[in-house]
């Protein structure tokens, strides 16, 4: 059975109105309708009555934005090869080494000897392996420790 050809185009502005609360900005909505009609165009089950093509639009575009959403919040991965906090949290301010230690100290202890390991040049590996942690809560702690650093540097320094 052949499928209408129905020009997606015509429902351009359907699907503009759709995307702008979501996205909240113009070029932002825009690409969400583009990435909506190349989906739609490599789709194999398109629907068979022109009446159906909005829902089926939408719904398109929606799992576009809500693949968007999912891969923006996913966390930056947190690289272990920075072997120095100072290197990392100096460029932007005179910060010095007792300043950078204050900072841990004021970390949950946890994360304390993490850091300090780090600050020693052990890699990721080596931390997971010194401490008895999975290197997944090396890396996590690793992460959550700079953002809190990066945090106390703004509004301190």
Not at 61 to 76: A, G, N
């Amino acid at each position: 059975m052949l499928l209408p050809i129905v020009p997606l185009i015509d429902y351009e502005p359907l699907l503009r109105n759709y995307a702008l609360p979501l996205v909240r900005n113009e070029p932002d909505a825009a690409d969400l309708v583009q990435e909506t009609f190349l989906r739609a165009l490599k789709a194999e089950n398109k629907p068979f009555k022109a009446n159906e093509y909005p829902p089926w639009l939408c719904t398109i575009l929606h799992h576009c934005y809500l693949d968007r959403v999912r891969k923006t919040s996913r966390h930056p991965e947190c690289s272990l090869d920075d072997s120095s906090l100072d290197a990392f949290v100096a460029p932007a301010t005179n910060v010095t080494s007792d300043v950078v230690e204050f900072i841990i100290s004021a970390l949950p202890a946890s994360r304390q000897p993490i850091i300090r390991l780090l600050l020693q040049d052990y890699t990721g590996p080596e931390i997971a392996d010194t401490l008895h942690v999975p290197l997944g809560t090396v890396m996590s702690s690793v992460y959550h420790a700079r953002r809190q650093m990066r945090r106390f540097v703004q509004e301190h320094l």
